[in-house]
């Protein structure tokens, strides 16, 4: 197992920032694809934002292309979520998940490893 650790969450006012990390233990982190996730109460899981192997490639949600950005230091088996310009609506619990490839993908069901999550809570 994989072990990914997030952290970064809290509580925060509409427009502030906040930067999310997700870490692992394990070597083969760099060689792994990564991804973060959001999941509201009541709602669906939802891709957020991914990034290769390399940290040459990047996608993103459409409800956050813009104000977050995805970012990863292979150095210190570390992956970042930038959060800029936070709503309410992005009130949730991130996730992080590795895939054991070096292509991105917005499918949870293609991730093999998960986190536990950090709570956000964006107050308006």
């Known amino acids: 197992q994989a072990q990914l650790v997030e952290s970064g969450g809290g509580l925060v006012q509409a427009g502030d920032s906040l930067r999310l990390s997700c870490s692992s233990s394990?070597?083969?982190?760099?060689?792994?694809?990564v991804g973060w996730f959001r999941q509201a109460p009541g709602k669906e899981r939802e891709f957020v934002a991914a990034i290769s192997r390399s940290g040459g490639t990047s996608d993103y949600g459409d409800s956050v292309r813009g104000r977050f950005t995805i970012s990863r230091d292979n150095n210190k088996n570390t992956v970042y979520l930038q959060m800029n310009s936070l709503k309410p609506e992005d009130t949730a619990v991130y996730s992080c998940?590795?895939?054991?490839?070096?292509?991105?993908?917005?499918?949870?069901?293609?991730?093999?490893?998960w986190g536990q999550g950090t709570q956000v809570t964006v107050s308006a």
């Open positions: 394990r070597g083969a982190f760099n060689s792994w694809a």
């Open positions: 998940a590795a895939r054991r490839t070096i292509l991105t993908a917005p499918i949870p069901q293609t991730y093999d490893y």
